[in-house]
């Protein structure tokens, strides 16, 4: 009998230890098998893994990420649209590598040159739509390195658009995560990214998804892979599971099985191991004005982000709000007055601006008069 017991609380414990996540310090360099590589959350930019994260290297197709951010900012911002026609150059026709043979005047949507670019990685699509934003493809390429900058993507120089192996090409898993995170938030993406298979031209050119975790990896929701003879095999490989978005970056890989393979540790690792939690957003009300044309002014607060967690962290999220008792006219719209700090366990997490809605102004001899002769205006 007590033979019978002890077996069985030590399968319970057993059990037990096998439910539990990994810890922080499971995944080992050796684990993932690439040269270079790291393992980010993005809303945080929080990184969970890295192995010579910053050891500047030849990225490849990866490069097209950089690519169509811009593209997808042009819309955004209504420079280009995806119904657009852009016409094949000689110089994007010439492209060789991965492409979709397009020919010198041959044209296509916008949103063709897209997927052809993030399904099939064409060259010659990325460079057509790199010359339709700016006229030429160097003019683009200085923009992607602004653009770069502004990121602060310190290991990174671009030469080209679409990643053909050129001396002085060059970024990082580091830098690589940090455009692919900013990409995502360009939703449409996805839209793209998701594609196994389609067809352009009508149906007559048939395209594959160059990333196979789509079909193999629960929550791929992209990005981008890259092979050139000097970059190796790279893959910067998105997903989410409950919530939480993932990003793992694989460069210099020997084969494309061992950098779908090196994704895939990480990311498991990182749904294993990590969660997000939405903190509940805080109406901040509204607070009173001294001396203003108003009593009294609404407060707003943006909603606050999802934070990242460890899954053994048992810790909830409290938050403190901090606004002063009363405001002194004048107030300004969108003026900064307090914030509200969130908090897991002792420690801040995130902290959010609250702003005034509206303007009040002060309560002088002046504005009374123009008041109430606004106001006798309107009878």
Same mark, same amino acid.
């Given at each position: 009998?007590? $033979?019978?017991?002890?077996?069985?609380?030590?399968?319970?414990?057993?059990?037990?230890?096998?439910?539990?996540?990994?810890?922080?310090?499971?995944?080992?360099?050796?684990?993932?098998?690439?040269?270079?590589?790291?393992?980010?959350?993005?809303?945080?930019?929080?990184?969970?893994?890295?192995? !010579? #994260?910053?050891?500047?290297?030849?990225?490849?197709?990866?490069?097209?990420?950089?690519?169509?951010?811009?593209?997808?900012?042009? $819309?955004? !911002? &209504?420079?280009?649209?995806?119904?657009?026609?852009?016409? #094949?150059?000689?110089?994007?026709?010439?492209?060789?590598?991965?492409?979709?043979?397009?020919?010198?005047?041959?044209?296509?949507?916008?949103?063709?040159?897209?997927?052809?670019?993030?399904?099939?990685? #064409?060259?010659? #699509?990325?460079?057509?739509?790199?010359?339709?934003?700016?006229?030429?493809?160097?003019?683009?390429?200085?923009?992607m390195n602004k653009r770069a900058k502004s990121l602060g993507m310190k290991d990174t120089?671009?030469?080209?658009? !679409? &990643?053909?192996?050129?001396? &002085?090409?060059?970024?990082?898993?580091?830098?690589?995560?940090?455009?692919?995170?900013?990409?995502?938030?360009h939703t449409k993406v996805f839209d793209y990214t998701s594609i196994w298979l389609d067809f352009l031209r009508n149906g007559e050119t048939q395209i594959v998804n160059t990333n196979k975790l789509l079909k193999s990896y629960d929550g791929i929701t992209g990005l981008k892979t890259g092979t050139t003879d000097d970059a190796g095999c790279c893959i910067s490989a998105t997903a989410e599971r409950n919530g939480m978005k993932l990003i793992a970056v694989a460069l210099g890989c020997d084969t494309g099985t061992e950098r779908f393979k090196a994704a895939s540790t990480m990311l498991d690792y990182g749904f294993n191991n990590y969660s997000v939690i939405t903190p509940k957003k805080v109406k901040p009300g509204t607070v009173p004005v001294n001396k203003g044309m108003e009593k009294k002014v609404a407060l707003v607060a943006d909603a606050p982000k999802t934070v990242l967690t460890n899954k053994t962290n048992t810790d909830e999220i409290t938050t403190e709000v901090n606004i002063p008792e009363n405001l002194d006219a004048p107030v300004k719209k969108n003026q900064t007055v307090g914030s509200i700090t969130y908090k897991l366990g002792d420690k801040e997490v995130q902290r959010v601006i609250v702003r005034a809605k509206d303007a009040v102004e002060e309560c002088t001899f002046e504005n009374s008069l123009q008041y109430i002769f606004d106001k006798l205006i309107s009878l």
């Open positions: 009998m007590v $033979i019978k017991r002890t077996v069985s609380v030590m399968l319970a414990v057993v059990m037990l230890l096998l439910s539990l996540p990994f810890s922080a310090s499971a995944l080992s360099k050796d684990d993932v098998n690439a040269p270079s590589a790291i393992l980010v959350e993005p809303d945080s930019f929080k990184v969970l893994y890295e192995k !010579n #994260a910053h050891e500047k290297r030849c990225v490849a197709s990866i490069t097209k990420v950089m690519t169509v951010l811009l593209i997808m900012e042009d $819309i955004e !911002n &209504g420079k280009i649209s995806l119904s657009d026609t852009v016409t #094949a150059s000689e110089h994007s026709a010439s492209m060789g590598g991965s492409d979709i043979w397009l020919e010198t005047g041959e044209q296509m949507s916008v949103d063709d040159m897209l997927k052809a670019t993030l399904v099939a990685s #064409a060259n010659d #699509a990325a460079v057509a739509l790199a010359e339709y934003s700016e006229g030429s493809e160097d003019a683009f390429v200085s923009r120089v671009f030469k080209n658009c !679409n &990643g053909l192996d050129e001396e &002085g090409h060059i970024s990082s898993a580091y830098d690589v995560a940090l455009m692919s995170a900013e990409l995502i938030k």
